[in-house]
């Protein structure tokens, strides 16, 4: 079975350019989550999609934006690049089967794309 | 304040020691509680979970949440040189909901 795959695998952008990002979940996954992990910071919670609706957002500007398509697959999108976006970013899938499921929800994630911003 | 916390180390131990890495979270509404193994140049992969307090154990790996003190424990017994990675602990209200990561420790198993 093929894992979550994420592309690009690097990413080499200047200031004030924008960047997509994409991701494949699992086959059968629903969910869809976007990490940052900035040197130093651990994984910041960026998005979360389920059945195509973004579900819940992290402490980012909105110039951090996705979306899911019908396929699950992911799209993340930075607009505006500033150089302390450099980092990497990690992508995740899970099958969550909604608010009543119980049991930790455990994600699965990709290798990440690593962004670099000069 | 961070809502889940961990010393990020490095910690280096040789082979065969016994290691404790330890969380801190702040968020009493935390449920679930799981222990994240990351490789350099990989991703993350789920070494195990626990729900409320109490251990789970796996191997050589333990898993232990306190509630009343807000504490999480991952115990990893006869080390190897292959534990050596980036172990992050996280943290999950319910099972519909974001789950929230510390920033990670790192060990090196020295042979």
């Known amino acids: 079975e093929a894992g979550v795959t994420q592309s690009p695998t690097h990413l080499i952008k200047t200031r004030g350019q924008q960047a997509t990002l994409r991701c494949s979940p699992i086959?059968?996954?629903?969910?869809v989550y976007w990490y940052q992990q900035a040197l130093g910071l651990g994984l910041q919670f960026l998005l979360w999609?389920?059945?195509?609706?973004?579900?819940n957002r992290g402490n980012f500007p909105p110039r951090f934006s996705g979306r899911q398509f019908p396929n699950y697959s992911s799209e993340l999108n930075v607009n505006a690049l500033e150089l302390e976006d450099s980092a990497l970013y990690l992508c995740?899938?899970?099958?969550?089967?909604?608010?009543?499921?119980?049991?930790?929800?455990?994600?699965?994630f990709g290798a990440g794309s690593r962004l670099t911003v000069l | 304040q961070k809502e889940v916390e961990q010393d990020p180390g490095p910690l280096s131990v040789p082979e065969g020691a016994i290691v404790s890495l330890n969380c801190t979270y702040s968020?009493?509404?935390?449920?679930?509680f799981m222990w994240y193994r990351q490789y350099s140049r990989k991703g993350p992969e789920l070494l195990m979970y626990?729900?409320?307090?109490g251990n789970k154990e796996d191997g050589r790996f333990t898993a232990q949440v306190d509630k009343s003190s807000k504490y999480i424990s991952l115990f990893i017994r006869d080390s190897q040189p292959s534990d050596s990675a980036t172990y992050l602990c996280?943290?999950?209200?319910?099972?519909?909901?974001?789950?929230?990561f510390g920033p990670g420790t790192s060990l090196s198993v020295i042979p």
């Open positions: 086959s059968g996954h629903t969910s």
């Open positions: 968020n009493s509404a935390f449920q679930y």
């Open positions: 995740a899938s899970s099958l969550v089967q909604g608010p009543r499921r119980s049991g930790a929800n455990v994600l699965t």
């Open positions: 626990t729900y409320s307090s």
């Open positions: 996280a943290a999950q209200k319910t099972s519909y909901d974001k789950v929230i």
């Open positions: 999609y389920d059945e195509g609706e973004e579900r």
